[in-house]
C-alpha cells in the first residue's frame, strides 16, 4: 500500500524559533498533499492544500506566512511553522492524495511542542 | 452545530464483541464516506470508503450508509484487542480527497 513518511515525529523547540517538518510520500508520486492539524481529542482540521510546483492553498483562518509550505518535488512537501509560540503546539498531520484523487494516505504526525 | 456528529465514547467492550459506532452528519449534498482507524500518536489509516448509500464488507468490518436519515456506521465483528484505537468518520460532497469533512472520532477499547 501507498506510504507516507513525516519527519521528525516528535519536535521540542523554544518559542519564537521556527521549525520545519517534511512529508514524504514513499512509493508513490503525490501531486497533492495536504497538511492538517489536530489537537487532543478533536478532529483532523485541514490547514491547507499543497500543489506540487506551485503556491499551496490555505484554509480560511490559517495565516500562510506562519505556516509555510512548499511542494518542490512530486514526493516531498514541507512545513515550517515560523516563529512558533505555545499556542502552535500540537500534532501535525500530512497526507498525499493517491493516483485515484479519491483517497488519502496519512502520515504518522508530528508532535510539536513549543515551550 | 457541527457538520459532523460522532460520540467521542469512550466504548469499552469485550473481546469478541460486535461493535457499532455512528455518526451523523447536516450536509445533504455528501456523497462519499470514510471511515479511518486512528492509533494513539499515529496518523489516521482508511479502512473503508463507500459512495453514496448502501453497505460494504471487508473482512470483520461493514460500513452502511443511510443517506436519507443522514446516517453512517462501521461495525465491527469478533472484536480484536488490536482494534483498540479512535476511529475517525469522514465526509465530502465530491470525489477529491482533502474536502472532507471529519468526526471527531470514537476511541475504542476492546478488553481481552
Known amino acids: 500500500g501507498a506510504v507516507v513518511s513525516q519527519h521528525p515525529s516528535r519536535v521540542i523547540c523554544k518559542s519564537g524559533t521556527s521549525v520545519k517538518i517534511e512529508c514524504r510520500s514513499l512509493?508513490?508520486?503525490?501531486?497533492?498533499m495536504f497538511w492538517y492539524r489536530q489537537f487532543p481529542k478533536q478532529s483532523l482540521m485541514l490547514m491547507a492544500t499543497?500543489?506540487?510546483?506551485?503556491?499551496?492553498?490555505?484554509e480560511q483562518g490559517v495565516e500562510k506566512d506562519k505556516f509555510l509550505i512548499n511542494h518542490a518535488s512530486l514526493t516531498l512537501s514541507t512545513l515550517t511553522v515560523t516563529s512558533a509560540h505555545p499556542e502552535d503546539s500540537s500534532f501535525y498531520i500530512c497526507?498525499?492524495?493517491?493516483?485515484?484523487?479519491?483517497?488519502?494516505?496519512f502520515g504518522p504526525g508530528t508532535r510539536l511542542l513549543v515551550l | 452545530q457541527k457538520e459532523v456528529e460522532q460520540d467521542p465514547g469512550p466504548l469499552s467492550v469485550p473481546e469478541g464483541a460486535i461493535v457499532s459506532l455512528n455518526c451523523t452528519y447536516s450536509?445533504?449534498?455528501?456523497?462519499?464516506f470514510m471511515w479511518y482507524r486512528q492509533y494513539s500518536r499515529k496518523g489516521p489509516e482508511l479502512l473503508m470508503y463507500?459512495?453514496?448509500?448502501g453497505n460494504k464488507e471487508d473482512g470483520r468490518f461493514t460500513a452502511q450508509v443511510d443517506k436519507s436519515s443522514k446516517y453512517i456506521s462501521l461495525f465491527i465483528r469478533d472484536s480484536q484487542p488490536s482494534d483498540s484505537a479512535t476511529y475517525l468518520c469522514?465526509?465530502?460532497?465530491?470525489?477529491?480527497?482533502?474536502?472532507?469533512?471529519f468526526g471527531d472520532g470514537t476511541t475504542l477499547t476492546v478488553k481481552p
Open positions: 497526507s498525499a492524495r493517491g493516483l485515484d484523487e479519491e483517497t488519502q494516505y
Open positions: 512509493d508513490f508520486q503525490a501531486t497533492t
Open positions: 499543497s500543489n506540487e510546483g506551485s503556491k499551496a492553498t490555505y
Open positions: 450536509n445533504s449534498a455528501f456523497q462519499y
Open positions: 463507500t459512495y453514496s448509500s
Open positions: 469522514a465526509m465530502s460532497e465530491v470525489a477529491n480527497a482533502g474536502k472532507s469533512t
